[in-house]
């Protein structure tokens, strides 16, 4: 049992809600269940121990193991470091063996119902706990594989050791429990919260987090093979169950009507960006992680505003050409940026941003290109200048070019730069960074989205093509797409669905879990070269041209080992009965 707990609530709201409690510091194991207060006060250090893999997290590498960085959608701008920046991704960087967590909902459970509270109260506190208990399990099978099933809160009493060291559980075990849990919290939690409540899991957030394990499960079944006796992997006969159940825990939200896509302006750009800027309560936010200064933040805008507007550090992520260009045009044509025109020769803009012009509007919230607004200037990204056919670059961002008024500098104020901090690919990152004013370290607020219902609609269509069921597919996809403002498709497949998710849900730590889940980042990534997109100023009529080239990294590569993480050393060494991944 407990003897103290130390209550600290990360999660946080601008209101005086449950999640925005200060510290308890220590109470005692009988002040817990003695009162509401204590409870809850317990039920906000399961909250907080919630691996939810927002803004703070970066695997086991400080700075440099930011999920976006190890996919194909992302470089990592800084020089320094040897983790991120290396051709063969790392391997085992994003474990999290929540086993202490697990213990404490599991004492929880076992607690509940003997507390002083009202029955309706252990109710939906027993919910919230069960949801939260899943959430751990779930963050650990997508690691792992199949993990042991621990539903007592284990205790060492000097001669039972051999009962603590416990089997890994098959992996379709570990998600079958998974979704009887998410159905036992499902019955017992609300369907709407107050407004000091509304951070809290709701039974909504429950069919979420079921929608999502269980594409992942559906995933494992089609995808992954089956290795070390179903430790590892599912029987592709189980596949089609899981679609089925994704599907449905989908549909249950949509049928609900309790969300829908946040449409709020005309402007279909700022109206994505929107979506992630606010406190996280609009209409399309099931369950989000919230922040507020100057207590429970996160230095996201600190570590990402472009070079010339940091306060210090910035630049960090450099979104790749690759991405830009997964960015179809409005009107569905394939998003390839035309900087040629049809005989090969470069394409001259007078003003460099019109490259851009009638991209998918989701891309201008995402990223920020070359000369770009942004916090009353433009993001300046010039690779050099050309006079006269002969190419001038300049080895840092001070160097002039000219004479008099006319002199400017050869590099633009937010490079690109091979050898210093500026982007790596001629962009910067948009989405979540507040483009109107500097914020310094540690007093970002913008909340981070858990769940939102795009997810639940890309879920439901990717769970209804893979059954074969192609039309409601198509009608999922075509929400998504009319909300961003882009042409319908007619028909979608497997491809577009994936598509669609790429660049729907870019930079919400998604990509990494789903090259995983389906097997295919040993294809995206084998010795790919990222790319970077580099402008260039005529001199003769001040017009602009752009190439696509090799940016200044190593191609990538990602190996078969990526698609577990180790268990962790401790566990084998300590537990004859603890089974270790392969290729560990």
Known sequence: MISCLVLLGIFHSCDDDFLDRQPLNIISESDVWNSLTGV?????????????????????????????FVTDICLRAKTWGTVSNVSIMPSNAYGWWGYGQVRQANLFLENIDDASISQDQKVILRGEARFIRAFYYFSMV????????????????????????????KEQEVYDWIASELDLAIADLPATR????KFRATKWAAYALKSRAMLYAASSARYAGVQLNGLIGIPSSEAERYYTAAKNASKAIMDSEQYTLFDESDDKAQNFYDLFMGDGTNSEMIFVKAFKAPDKTHSFDFFNTPHSFRIDWGSGY???????QDYEYIDGSEGTLRVNDAN?????YQNPADLFEGKDPRFFATVLYPFAPYQGGIVEVRAGIIDNGQTITAGNLTDLYGQGSEAVTIMGKDGPSANSDPTKTGFYLHKFINDSQQVPDGRSETPWPIFRYAEVLLNYAEATVELGENGLALDAINRIRTRAGI????????????????????????????LRRWRNGTEILNNTQPLALNPYLIWEDKTYI??????????????????WEAIPGNEISTNPNMIQNPLY
């Open 546 to 563: 752009f190439s696509i080239d090799n940016a200044p990294r190593q191609p990538r590569t990602w190996t078969e080992q990526m698609y």
């Open 344 to 348: 090969g020769n470069p394409i001259k």
């Open 194 to 197: 107050g407004s000091d409540d």
């Open 142 to 169: 997508k690691r792992y594989g199949g993990v042991p099933i621990i539903e007592d809160a284990q205790q060492f009493t000097g001669d039972n050791l051999a009962e603590l060291q416990v089997s890994r559980n």
């Open 318 to 324: 450099n979104p790749t050409v690759d991405l830009v």
């Open 40 to 68: 809850e006060a317990y039920l906000v250090t399961l909250y907080n121990n919630m691996q939810t893999e927002d803004f703070n997290y970066n695997g086991i590498i400080d700075y440099q193991g930011y999920l976006p």
């Open 487 to 514: 042409a319908s498709l007619e028909n979608v497949d497997r491809d577009k669905i994936r598509h669609e998710r790429k660049v729907e849900l870019a930079f919400e730590n998604h990509r990494f879990w789903d």
